[in-house]
């Protein structure tokens, strides 16, 4: 450390590491490549962040820096020079399995359960050279949205610490959002990285369906869930799908597909793309705030070229209950043989939902998987006209920890469902989708947007987005996480 | 379709596969009380009318192939 503090010119620590700490991948490789600091260093600098920071963030449910920092020694000046990762320290969901590591869930259930191998995922960026500093927090199992967990605590926002950093992948958000690490992996079912990276003015993405594969997740619900990726920047997020998406037989929601250069879309000119602007559901019983976000970010691209297109969704009102008539069915089945084993050990919560999915019928699982089919079918169809769909991405900016419901336009709505209220669709389309901030709220908190494209198009997304971040106009402060 | 009550519960339970739920997991179905789950009733309602809508030939939702 004292290495980088002559180096770096700065008379006190917090000077420096904040700098490192909130820097973007593509700025901190530059930094490696030009031997301003060396991948060891930045696994000291985030490390010492999160024994610094974890307490409050609650983000982190194990830390492996010791494991990071041997992985930094290993690494040569060819493996820094072959990858866009390369030295860069990452944090995953605590349902990705690393190799020695506990992956809990967030759950007493798993409390002893260590990872004998590799994620598909963890397994692709530790042979990038990526540095996993530990797993971070989550709702139990990753069922609900608001990440409260009655065993390893509840994650808050770094934006105001006496509010939800949303979830379910809370500790993914948490950690990027306090500086604790600069990219981090979550999982997205209805919304589980989509949200909470909008709640902490980050980047989210939900790649298409089948596009990353997800063996050595624990599942919740195979028709849902997807791996997802939260940045700072959106160029690190096509940096990161770049490695991670490939085939995976393991995964028979695989689809096999070229190698795609994520990057090269970024800062394409948005001339003429096609953006649908919803004229139902997305954009009605929303914070004011958020919906004046929105118009700005539509003149803007109006502005730079992009033909806002109006689109109709298809008949919105049964898509949480067909989510939800998925979701537990599945989710029973995946945890059938710990609930003969452990059954004690799950929270109240999680059992009640696998009880209901004890007592639905298989034709309504079946009829709810046709909807999902009709979903898809009218989505492509609108696809026909746009090229990208532009929406909030949460009606409500993040609530005060343990607000049960919000209350909107006088209709009441539970927190968990108000948070993932326009991203829980895509889901079942399994249609790529992303969310980014697009302005600060006069509460202080972040407000996000989210972008969704065509089956496996998520370069447009990227396209779209980058430009949106470029201009400078939607950028929002950082927190305030050091003073 | 009548209102769900705990013996139809209690029923699938002790008469078909099940996993082992506590009386107080049944009456939170059909009566919720503890705020854990709410709406069972109203969700099977809906799950009903969803069942009447004729979705002709139209199969489950599988993956997904680039268009």
Redesign the interface.
Do not use: M
């Given at each position: 450390m004292e290495r980088l503090r002559q180096r770096w010119g700065y008379k006190k620590d917090n000077g420096m590491t904040t700098e490192i700490a909130f820097a973007d991948i593509r700025s901190l490789r530059g930094l490696i490549r030009a031997d301003r600091i060396t991948p060891g260093e930045l696994v000291s600098v985030f490390a010492e962040r999160i024994a610094a920071h974890n307490a409050v963030s609650r983000a982190f449910i194990t830390q492996t820096p010791q494991e990071a920092a041997r992985s930094a020694a290993a690494l040569t000046k060819e493996d820094i020079l072959r990858s866009p990762v390369a030295g860069i320290p990452y944090a995953s969901k605590d349902l990705f399995d690393v190799e020695g590591v506990r992956t809990t869930a967030g759950s007493r259930v798993f409390h002893d359960r260590i990872a004998t191998e590799d994620a598909f995922v963890i397994a692709r960026l530790r042979s990038a050279g990526a540095l996993s500093m530990g797993k971070t927090n989550l709702h139990e199992f990753a069922y609900g949205a608001t990440g409260e967990n009655e065993v390893y605590g509840t994650c808050v926002n770094a934006y105001d610490p006496t509010r939800l950093a949303g979830g379910s992948s809370s500790g993914s958000a948490a950690a990027v959002a306090f500086g604790l690490v600069p990219a981090a992996l979550g999982t997205d079912t209805g919304g589980s990285v989509r949200a909470p990276a909008a709640l902490n003015g980050l980047v989210g993405l939900k790649p298409t369906i089948g596009c990353v594969p997800t063996h050595g997740v624990v599942p919740y619900c195979w028709t849902l869930d997807h791996v997802g990726i939260l940045t700072r920047t959106v160029a690190d997020c096509a940096d990161i799908l770049g490695l991670v998406a490939r085939y995976d037989s393991r995964d028979p929601a695989s689809v096999k597909l070229p190698k795609e250069d994520y990057s090269e879309s970024l800062g394409e000119d948005i001339s003429g793309v096609r953006i649908g602007i919803p004229s139902n559901f997305f954009f009605e019983r929303s914070d004011p705030q958020i919906l004046s976000a929105l118009e700005r970010v539509k003149d803007h691209l109006a502005e730079k070229g992009a033909r806002l297109v109006p689109v109709t969704f298809p008949d919105m009102r049964h898509t949480r209950t067909v989510s939800l008539t998925v979701q537990m069915p599945e989710a029973l089945s995946a945890h059938s043989a710990h609930l003969e084993n452990r059954g004690e050990l799950y929270s109240k919560e999680f059992r009640a939902g696998l009880a209901l999915g004890q007592c639905l019928l298989a034709e309504h699982y079946v009829k709810a998987k046709r909807f999902i089919e009709t979903y898809r079918q009218q989505t492509n169809a609108l696809f026909e006209d746009v090229d990208v769909i532009l929406t909030p991405a949460t009606p409500e900016i993040a609530q005060k920890v343990g607000t049960v419901k919000t209350t909107r336009d006088g209709v009441d709505e539970a927190v968990g469902n108000a948070i993932t209220r326009f991203t829980t669709f895509f889901n079942m389309t399994g249609h790529p989708a992303l969310t980014m901030p697009c302005g600060l709220h006069p509460e202080g908190l972040p407000i996000g947007l989210q972008l969704v494209g065509r089956y496996f198009d998520e370069k447009s997304l990227f396209r779209v987005a980058h430009e949106i971040e470029k201009c400078g106009k939607f950028s929002i402060p950082l927190p305030e996480v050091d003073t | 379709m009548k209102p769900l009550t705990r013996s139809t519960?209690e029923g699938?339970?002790s008469q078909m596969a099940?996993?082992?739920?506590s009386q107080a997991?049944?009456d939170?179905?059909v009566d919720p009380r503890?705020?854990?789950?709410?709406g069972?009733q109203d969700?099977l309602d809906?799950?009903e009318?969803?069942?009447k809508i004729d979705?002709g030939t139209?199969?489950?939702?599988l993956?997904?192939?680039?268009?």
């Open positions: - | 519960l699938i339970c099940s996993h082992d739920w997991e049944l939170e179905l503890l705020g854990i789950i709410t069972f969700l809906e799950l009318t969803l069942r979705l139209t199969a489950p939702a993956g997904v192939q680039k268009r």
